[in-house]
């Protein structure tokens, strides 16, 4: 069937065009897009043409589908009307870059997860994104007493932050811009802005003095790793029990990085690289913003028709946005 779709169509190109979706086969379901929500990290990477195994131009990018089944193969066990979550198309006629962005996508039913009947579908299509920050938040496992620092307030970081002090620990967030920093603070978190001739951890020491049990970087930049290593506390030379500080490598890189080793070794920093999400972290931040635990509004800076992606795109690489979402349903078809 004929379908909209965004396409990358060579570097730092965006158009809108038709492409054919196939009808669902056994297992499998069609929906129709409510709203898609970009990847701000992921996916200006893959405009810029760095992001690693990229397939061929044109293709459709994006992976977070909000909407609803129109229609179930055999076998699925979804109904035609259903609220849900998806990724994107797993077919097409054209290339994919995990194929978000588009009108109708086929995908298998055991990959799509139900939006709960009290939860906004363009709410819901920032679930990928909290799901991966909830990941990464289930990896450093952080017990309630303990304090965290977020580095970077994209999308990404407003998200990690949110979801570390809902699971109870203090967290202190920071970024060089202040409207990221007044946007956490409006959300109630503690955020400062890191300014000009200030380091990051003379920065933190104002709120964190002993330094944090846990650092999640998500600015994407290598240069900021050495920085934000003294951001950890100390661990004494002592015969004492206790879980050391740990690093988690939230933000996505394109290239290599490194990491000094003295400072890490002398604290014996634990560094964790969270992949993406699994399904369960999916499933239980829409369960977190349905039951108004995790407010995710504020964080969609433009709610756009798809026929605006060019201009989208344009102003998120220009720092204009957190993300944006598509919304889909008065496209024609």
Do not use: N
Request: with cysteine; charged share 15%.
């Amino acid at each position: 069937m004929d379908s909209g779709a965004i396409l990358f169509s060579a570097v730092h190109t965006v158009t809108v065009a038709t492409v054919d979706i196939p009808q669902p086969g056994p297992g499998e379901v069609l929906l129709r897009a409510a709203y898609t929500c970009i990847s701000p990290g992921t996916e200006l990477r893959c405009l810029a043409g760095r992001q690693p195994d990229a397939a061929p131009y044109p293709y459709i990018p994006g992976y977070a589908l909000a909407g609803t089944v129109l229609a179930a193969g055999a076998g699925a066990h979804l109904e035609p009307g259903q609220r849900v979550f998806g990724g994107g198309t797993t077919r097409a006629s054209v290339g994919r870059m995990w194929g978000g962005h588009v009108q109708y996508a086929v995908q298998p039913a055991a990959d799509v997860l139900p939006v709960p009947p009290a939860l906004d579908l363009r709410h819901a299509a920032l679930a990928r994104l909290a799901g991966i920050a909830y990941h990464g938040l289930r990896l450093a496992a952080p017990a309630p007493h303990e304090t965290v620092v977020v580095v970077g307030l994209g999308v990404l970081g407003q998200l990690a932050a949110r979801l570390y002090a809902l699971a109870g620990a203090r967290v202190l967030a920071l970024d060089t811009q202040p409207a990221r920093v007044a946007l956490a603070q409006q959300a109630g978190l503690t955020a400062l802005t890191v300014t000009a001739g200030r380091t990051l951890a003379e920065t933190a020491r104002e709120v964190l003095p002993a330094g944090a049990d846990v650092l999640v970087d998500v600015t994407g930049a290598a240069a900021v790793l050495p920085q934000a290593l003294p951001l950890l506390r100390e661990v004494p030379w002592d015969d004492a029990l206790e879980r050391r500080p740990r690093y988690v490598v939230q933000g996505s890189y394109p290239d290599a990085f490194s990491i000094p080793y003295q400072p890490a070794f002398l604290k014996e920093i634990t560094f964790l690289l969270p992949r993406d999400r699994q399904p369960r972290d999916v499933a239980a931040v829409l369960d977190f913003m349905a039951r108004g635990q995790l407010p995710v509004a504020d964080l969609i800076s433009r709610t756009a028709p798809p026929a605006a992606a060019a201009t989208t795109y344009a102003a998120l690489q220009a720092g204009e946005l957190l993300t944006a979402v598509f919304d889909w349903q008065a496209f024609p078809g």
